[in-house]
Nanobody, 123 residues
Framework: QAQLVESGGGLVQAGGSLLLSCEAS????????RGWFRQAPGKEREFVAG???????TAYADSVKGRFIISRNAWTTLLLRMDSLKPEDTAMYYC?????????????????WGQGTQVTVSS
């Protein structure tokens, strides 16, 4: 069984910061690529950041580059540090695992998903 559990979302004012965490267990806890995605109401799920678990190489969406940092803490925990938050960052944030060594920006390439954590940024 594979499980991903996100935490750390909440309500924050524009310019503030949040740290999202995603704990993996079971088959989702292998040395696989991980990603963060987000989905706002009425919009498609979009790539935010990705990391190749072994090499540590990362990638970011242009909209968050320079403000968000994806990292890993131990072998099962994925983090997303979000600074200088903007109202347009408001969305449900999901972590995902791809049973491959390299990340992808395409949601369909991921095999396991968490339930999501809500991030709301007020202006």
């Amino acid at each position: 069984q594979a499980q991903l559990v996100e935490s750390g979302g909440g309500l924050v004012q524009a310019g503030g910061s949040l740290l999202l965490s995603c704990e993996a267990s079971g088959r989702a806890a292998g040395n696989y690529a991980r990603g963060w995605f987000r989905q706002a109401p009425g919009k498609e799920r979009e790539f935010v950041a990705g990391i190749s678990w072994i090499s540590g190489s990362t990638a970011y969406a242009d909209s968050v580059k320079g403000r968000f940092i994806i990292s890993r803490n131990a072998w099962t925990t994925l983090l997303l540090r979000m600074d200088s938050l903007k109202p347009e960052d408001t969305a449900m944030y999901y972590c995902a695992v791809r049973t491959d060594s390299d990340y992808s920006t395409v949601p369909d390439d991921y095999n396991y998903w968490g339930q999501g954590t809500q991030v709301t940024v007020s202006s």
